[in-house]
């Protein structure tokens, strides 16, 4: 019993729960109204929904304590890269075995982490800063342009605990941000549209980039394989 409560206060102390809930913000609303956006035409429904479920986990707390490269933070930038690699080896090896669940959970995962990419790094203020004077609208941005991923300059908020965690918690955001230093989490994120114009610009990459990541598997996977993992009818 003691042990129970122990649990239960290290799930539900303040820090922790703002630990939880710092994703939360782009996380369960965000990420799952970007997936709907870029997919539910493309998957059939109860592909989208394990889909939507496995992007979502990734945020629970034992995704965010040690796993920089889901969400690209801490500057774990080439990490991040190479988990999305990973993920989609695993689609492709879980289409070559019966069944499809395990595809449609690495892709999940896999979305995850692209669509943190604009939230998490500077990717749209490099890209914006290439445009001076009126710049683009939003859904004109490029999500893959080479020169800015490969880019040296590229870099994501770190988080510094406890600050970083204060930061969630509504009522002390104000003090938090007076002390967090400028490359945090806190001050680089653009995970809702409370970060101002920028926001729209992570947004609109984001479904981009799923939609585009959706582009990649029809490439790779045989037609075959493909209509397997969409759990669609072809159209002719
Ligand atoms: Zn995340």
Redesign the pocket.
Known sequence: MANQGLNFYLLFSPVNSAIYA??GE??VPI?EEMTRTALGSRVSPRALEVIIAANRK??ALH??LGHDE????NNAIDAGHRYITEQRGLVLAALLAPGVLSAWIAFGRLT??A??FY??TNYVSMWLDQHPGTPPTPPEIDPVQKSLIESPGIRSGKIYLPLDALYFVPFLRKIALAFLPNDSHGKMNLDSSKQGPHFAYARAAAIKRTEYEFDILEKILTPEMFTKFTDLQPEN
Do not use: I, R
Request: cysteine-free; proline content about 0%; charged content about 20%.
């Open positions: 710092k994703s782009m996380l990420h990734q945020d995704g965010q889901y969400h690209f933070d995850h982490t669509q943190d939230a998490h």
